[in-house]
């Protein structure tokens, strides 16, 4: 009896996809893993990826979760690294059409053209700090209380970045071809939920990785670095986020 009882207990902890806590949709892989690797080149913060570094580190494909939105599934390529003083996150973004309003600090910029960061230090909570910039290089940044608070009145101190477009903004005749997004996130701002900082080699954190692009009039998509298991479309849910695994 004893021996069913452990059998079982052991075939439910490998079932695949289980849904959970904020997990609706069953069946889903296991989370994705990078490996952030420590870089000693100098970056500047300039929207160019044009470091030597840049071109080293292992790049992300952002894939699109769900079917029923609306208009071209356009690729982001997402790359991070850091050292010890910065965690640095670059955004590629292939777009035929540039959009963004929003022009002060925690505006709705997940209205624009946008891409995002949620990092979660610790596993002892589901609290996470959140990133989200629009094509202008405007910043959106909150303490999640998840799923309680999200508090948007917090700023992570000391940010850098700074987007670069291949095209025109607002312009709807345009041929645009893309935008860059160059970030750089101080270690220090992120003391409220870390253990320790740098992290140091081998530590593991959770992360989510998203884009929202397009317009109202024409459809809005969400992309995502590992999906959220959300029905409705939404990346906010922290046992769905990847794994990074600081070098
Ligand atoms: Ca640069
Ligand atoms: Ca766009
Ligand atoms: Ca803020």
């Not at 289980?18 to 069946?27: D, P, R, S, V």
């Not at 960061?117 to 990133?131: A, C, E, R």
């Not at 101190?157 to 970030?183: F, M, P, Y």
Request: charge should be neutral.
């Amino acid at each position: 009896m004893k021996l069913i009882v452990l059998s079982l207990f052991l075939l439910f902890l490998t079932l695949p996809g289980q849904t959970g806590k904020y997990t609706e949709i069953g069946g889903l892989p296991p989370v994705p893993s990078y490996a952030v690797s420590a870089i000693r080149e100098k970056i500047v913060v300039d929207g160019q990826l044009s470091e030597k570094a840049w071109a080293k580190a292992a790049p992300i494909t952002l894939m699109f979760p769900w079917e029923e939105q609306m208009g071209v599934k356009q690729r982001t390529t997402v790359r991070l690294m850091r050292d010890q003083n910065y965690l640095y996150v670059g955004y590629e973004c292939e777009d035929a059409d540039i959009t963004a309003l929003h022009e002060n600090r925690d505006d709705p910029v997940y209205q624009d053209d946008c891409v995002e960061i949620f990092l979660k230090p610790s596993d002892k909570t589901d609290h996470y700090f959140g990133l989200e910039m629009n094509a202008r290089g405007v910043l959106f940044d909150y303490y999640y209380a998840f799923p309680e608070k999200n508090d948007r009145g917090f700023n992570l101190e000391g940010v850098l970045l700074k987007t670069s477009l291949n095209g025109l903004l607002n312009q709807d005749e345009a041929n645009d071809q893309g935008w860059t997004l160059e970030l750089a996130i101080p270690w220090k701002s992120l003391n409220k939920l870390a253990g320790r900082l740098p992290p140091a080699k081998g530590d593991e954190w959770r992360a989510q990785i998203n884009r929202w692009d397009g317009t109202e009039a024409k459809g809005r998509r969400l992309s995502m670095w590992c999906a959220s298991g959300l029905k409705k479309p939404g990346p906010h849910n922290p046992e769905r986020f990847g794994k990074l695994i600081f070098k």
